[in-house]
């Protein structure tokens, strides 16, 4: 396995040059951000979807941010919330410097103080990746505001593997809540979905009603 990942790795072309400046920003500063073939995943989907619409749950330094905003056409939107304003002053710093600050707005608000009231609709994408606690929340909150046939794409379905093992009495918080979101995820009557293995464990569901 380690060697096909290895092999993967190598063959894909590098990332844009400020992904790769905000990997080492954020290993530097401890700060959490998905996985690399994550965010190759994620410009996927906004390339074969022309993908103009997105929201975003979970800023930190906003490396998926530019990942999605490098893949969007011309005056494509996101939308990303995140209340904590230091990190994303330094995540507008990156999308100045790829020219992609006019199409991105970040909302330095509470996720579900801001969903229970957010204003737009028809979707092509909302990605989540904040806390996990309230996933089922976001997840509640974010479908309706999709298109049909727009996908939600939830980082962190495996946290490290923990959440595949047995259940334990010392399991953290986030733990026990993913194993409870992965399932109503699966099994959401809205949505077409799943889990792979990719990352730390990425879920893409497809809005069916």
């Given at each position: ?137 976001y ?26 093992g ?41 809005r069916?009603?």
């Amino acid at each position: 396995m380690e060697e096909t990942l290895h092999y993967l790795e190598a063959v894909h072309p590098n990332p844009h040059p400020l992904l790769l400046e905000l990997e080492q920003h954020g290993r530097k500063d401890g700060i959490p951000i998905v996985a690399r073939d994550t965010g190759r995943l994620l410009s996927t989907l906004v390339h074969a979807m022309q993908a103009n619409r997105i929201l975003e749950i979970g800023t930190a330094y906003g490396y998926s941010t530019l990942w999605m905003a490098l893949a969007q056409p011309p005056a494509g939107k996101i939308w990303t919330v995140d209340p904590d304003y230091d990190r994303t002053e330094v995540a507008m710093t990156y999308f100045k410097r790829a020219g992609e600050d006019d199409y991105i707005e970040i909302i330095n608000t509470p996720a579900l103080q801001l969903l229970e009231n957010f204003p737009q609709r028809n979707l092509d994408i909302v990605f989540i990746d904040a806390n996990k606690t309230e996933y089922a929340s976001y997840l509640d909150l974010a479908i309706p505001m999709l298109k049909l046939s727009g996908v939600v794409v939830i980082d962190n379905c495996l946290l490290d593997g923990r959440v595949a093992g047995p259940p334990r009495k010392d399991d953290s918080d986030d733990v026990r809540a993913m194993r409870a979101f992965n399932e109503y995820f699966l099994r959401h009557p809205n949505l077409d979905a799943t889990i792979l293995p990719l990352g730390d464990g990425t879920g893409i569901g497809a809005r069916i009603k």
